[in-house]
């Protein structure tokens, strides 16, 4: 397990947009596939969208495609990022981003019994 730090979720009005980070300083954090994932009260965690260890293959939840992007800078120090655009009152929950160890390049993991590390967790709210 890797230590990952989140940052950037808050409060936002329908339409608006948060971009959410998550840092991992470790040197192989380029070997793990990542994901974002976020939970509702009363409802289970459910992926967001995930990125393969090269960034090439990307996965969305259906209902945030064409609105969420995904992206990751692999590096000395590696972060992954979660833009949201368009948010929605239905977008409102604790968001974490999870890594895991692959060793296929181009490989996403949706299911977050697959990871085996998690971000502390940032509340994003959206006011209607």
């Known amino acids: 397990q890797v230590q990952l730090v989140e940052s950037g979720g808050g409060l936002v009005q329908a339409g608006g947009s948060l971009s959410l980070s998550c840092v991992m300083p470790d040197r192989t954090f380029s070997t793990y596939a990542l994901g974002w994932f976020r939970q509702a009260p009363g409802k289970e965690r459910e992926v967001v969208a995930a990125?393969?260890?090269?960034?090439?293959?990307?996965?969305y939840k259906d209902s945030v495609k064409g609105r969420f992007t995904i992206s990751r800078e692999n590096g000395k120090i590696t972060t992954v990022y979660l833009q949201m655009n368009n948010l929605k009152p239905e977008d409102t929950a604790v968001y974490y981003c999870?890594?895991?160890?692959?060793?296929?390049?181009?490989?996403?993991?949706?299911?977050?019994?697959?990871?085996?590390?998690w971000g502390q967790g940032t509340q994003v709210t959206v006011s209607s």
């Open positions: 999870a890594a895991k160890i692959v060793s296929h390049i181009a490989l996403v993991l949706t299911d977050p019994a697959e990871y085996d590390s």
């Open positions: 990125i393969s260890r090269s960034g090439g293959t990307t996965y």
